[in-house]
C-alpha cells in the first residue's frame, strides 16, 4: 500500500500558494426564491434507519482515517436523494438566487491534470503540494470543469463538481434540505448489506464487471477507462445498491455534514452520531474517479476522507437528505 494514501483522494486550498483575479462569472438572475424539493426533480429514498453495523476493521482499510473499530449505530428514518445532485439541479439553484460558488470567487479550482484541455493549459497557475496531477486552474467551476474552454452543456445529467462544503450548505439551505451525516451516508451506502467491502457485497468486479466509475490502470498516469469513463458519468451510471442509491462508491466524492476526525467512532454517540467539534475539515465520503486501489481504494463503503471547507475539485459533488 502506498505510504501517502491520501494523495489523489483531494487537495486543499492551502496546499498552494496563489492570487488569481476572480475568474468573472456568468451573469445569474438574482433572487431570493426557495425551491421546493418538488421542482428540484429530487428523486427521494426513503430509509427505515434502526440499528446497523458501521465503520470497518477491513485489512485494506486505512486505520489512520478512523475507518474503525466497528460498532452498532441506530439511526432515525430519513430520506436520502437516489443520485447526487446534478449539474442542471445546482443550475436551477444558481439561476433562482445568483448565488457565485467559492471556486468563481477565489478563481480558480483544481482540476486532474490528464483532463485539462490542451489550450487551457497556459492558465495553470500552479500545483498542489506533494501531488502535482492536481493542478490549480484559473476559470475552473463548476460551469467550467477542465477550466474556461470547457462546459457542462452536455453533462447537465452528471454531478456537479468543483462544489465546496460551503457551497453545498448553501444549496442545501435554499433548497429546504441538508447533507448526510457520515453514519446517514454509510447506512445508505451499505443498501442493506452488513459487513462488505462495497454497496454490492465483497468483489469489485463480479463475475467480470464494472459496478462504478473508479480508475482503470496505473495512477496517476494511465486511465484506460474500461468502466466506461474517464472523468466523470451520469449519476444514474452503473446498477443501484439494494435501496436504489446510484454511485455510492465512486464517480464523485460527497460531502457530508460532520467534521472529520479520526477518532470518530470513539468520540461521537451511537445513536444518530454527528461529530460536531470543529477540526478545521469536513467529511467525505466514497471515493471518486480518480481512485485505485494501488493510492486510494476508499471508495469502499466504510472509508473516510476530508478536506477544508472552501476547497473544491473536479471530483468532488454531494447528495442531499431530510429527516422524516
Given amino acids: 500500500m502506498n505510504p501517502h494514501p491520501k494523495a489523489c483522494c483531494s487537495a486543499s486550498r492551502q496546499q498552494i500558494d496563489i492570487a488569481i483575479q476572480p475568474f468573472?462569472?456568468?451573469?445569474q438572475a438574482a433572487g431570493t426564491d426557495k425551491a421546493g424539493t418538488s421542482e428540484l426533480r429530487i428523486e427521494w429514498v426513503s430509509l427505515p434507519g434502526g440499528k446497523f453495523q458501521m465503520g470497518?476493521?477491513?485489512?485494506?482499510?486505512?486505520?489512520?482515517?478512523?475507518?474503525?473499530?466497528?460498532r452498532e449505530v441506530e439511526l432515525a428514518p430519513y430520506r436520502i436523494?437516489?443520485?447526487t445532485v446534478t449539474n442542471a439541479q445546482f443550475q436551477a439553484f444558481t439561476e433562482a438566487t445568483g448565488y457565485v460558488t467559492e471556486a468563481e470567487k477565489f478563481g480558480w479550482s483544481y482540476v486532474f491534470h490528464q483532463l485539462v484541455p490542451e489550450e487551457t493549459s497556459g492558465k495553470q497557475a500552479g500545483a498542489a503540494q506533494g501531488t502535482p496531477w492536481w493542478l490549480a486552474i484559473e476559470g475552473a467551476d463548476w460551469r467550467r470543469p477542465e477550466g474556461p474552454d470547457s462546459s457542462v452543456k452536455e453533462r447537465m445529467d452528471h454531478p456537479v463538481v468543483h462544489i465546496s462544503w460551503h457551497d453545498a450548505a448553501a444549496f442545501c439551505e435554499w433548497s429546504g434540505t441538508r447533507l448526510p451525516t457520515e453514519a446517514e451516508w454509510e447506512f445508505a451506502?451499505?443498501?442493506?448489506?452488513?459487513?462488505?467491502?462495497?454497496?454490492?457485497?465483497?468483489?469489485?468486479?463480479?463475475d467480470g464487471k464494472h459496478k462504478c466509475n473508479i480508475w482503470q490502470g496505473k495512477f496517476p498516469v494511465k486511465n484506460h477507462g474500461s468502466d466506461g469513463y474517464i472523468g466523470t458519468a451520469?449519476?444514474?451510471a452503473?446498477?443501484?445498491?439494494?435501496y436504489g442509491l446510484y454511485n455510492m462508491s465512486g464517480n464523485v466524492w460527497e460531502w457530508c455534514a460532520d467534521w472529520f476526525s479520526p477518532g470518530y467512532h470513539r468520540q461521537t454517540e451511537k445513536v444518530n452520531p454527528m461529530y460536531t467539534a470543529e477540526t478545521g475539515r469536513r467529511s467525505m465520503r466514497g471515493g471518486s474517479y480518480l481512485c485505485h486501489r494501488s493510492y486510494c481504494n476508499?471508495?469502499?463503503?466504510?472509508?473516510r476522507n476530508s478536506n477544508t471547507p472552501d476547497s473544491s475539485s473536479g471530483h468532488c459533488g454531494f447528495r442531499v437528505v431530510t429527516s422524516v
Avoid: C, M
Wanted: proline share 15%; no cysteine.
Fill in 81 to 83: 436523494s437516489a443520485y
Fill in 189 to 206: 451506502a451499505r443498501g442493506g448489506l452488513q459487513g462488505k467491502r462495497y454497496p454490492w457485497g465483497d468483489l469489485l468486479h463480479p
Fill in 234 to 236: 451520469p449519476v444514474n
Fill in 298 to 303: 476508499r471508495y469502499r463503503v466504510a472509508a
Fill in 24 to 27: 468573472q462569472p456568468i451573469p
Fill in 238 to 242: 452503473f446498477e443501484p445498491n439494494g
Fill in 56 to 70: 470497518t476493521n477491513d485489512a485494506e482499510g486505512f486505520p489512520n482515517d478512523g475507518e474503525g473499530p466497528v
